[in-house]
């Protein structure tokens, strides 16, 4: 495999590129974005088999399985970076290992409880997002990886095109193989 083919299996919607001037309309596509991904990502997985789902997208990639529990515990964190921001002035968050998460046994576990989780916790974050002025969304917080601050507006942006990169590393694994 070419270092171009492996790029294009982990980005297959490319890298977030964050416009340099922030819209209502990006926010009101971002946030349908994550309206429809529990249901989108839901009717994408429930027909799988365990087989499948423990298939990786990627060579040294995880499996749809482990990609559905990281969407859960993901946005769970981001709700919780809205928060902060929300409720204290700049906060530096807390970042986590995303490979290790990953290698917990819950990730092991059946997607049930990860796709219900998603269903809430985005149906929370959707009615908190909604619920904000346009000022509200210029609040940040500190990430620790490279100190860097971040505007909620941006981390709205992020976290809907990270819905959408991990919905495509799954649906065009599943065209690859021919599951649809």
Not at 146 to 168: D, Q, R
Request: with cysteine; glycine share 4%.
């Amino acid at each position: 495999m070419t270092a171009q083919e492996l790029e294009q299996l982990k980005y297959p919607i490319g890298h977030f590129d964050c416009p340099k001037k922030i819209t209502q309309e990006h926010i009101t596509k971002w946030i349908a974005i994550l309206e429809q991904l529990p249901s989108n990502l839901e009717q994408l997985v429930t027909n799988l088999n365990d087989e499948q789902l423990d298939t990786p997208y990627r060579p040294e990639g995880w499996t749809i399985r482990q990609v559905v529990h990281h969407l859960s515990d993901s946005h769970h964190n981001s709700y919780t970076r809205f928060k902060w921001a929300m409720t204290e002035d700049n906060p530096l968050i807390k970042a986590y290992n995303e490979n290790a998460w990953a290698k917990q046994h819950d990730y092991n576990e059946p997607i049930e409880q990860s796709l219900l989780h998603i269903k809430v916790i985005h149906a929370k974050l959707v009615c908190f997002v909604k619920g904000l002025s346009l000022q509200d969304l210029e609040r940040t917080f500190i990430h620790p990886e490279g100190n860097e601050t971040v505007a909620l507006k941006e981390n709205l942006g992020i976290y809907a095109w990270h819905s959408e990169h991990h919905y495509a590393h799954i649906a065009n694994l599943i065209k690859r193989k021919g599951w649809d």
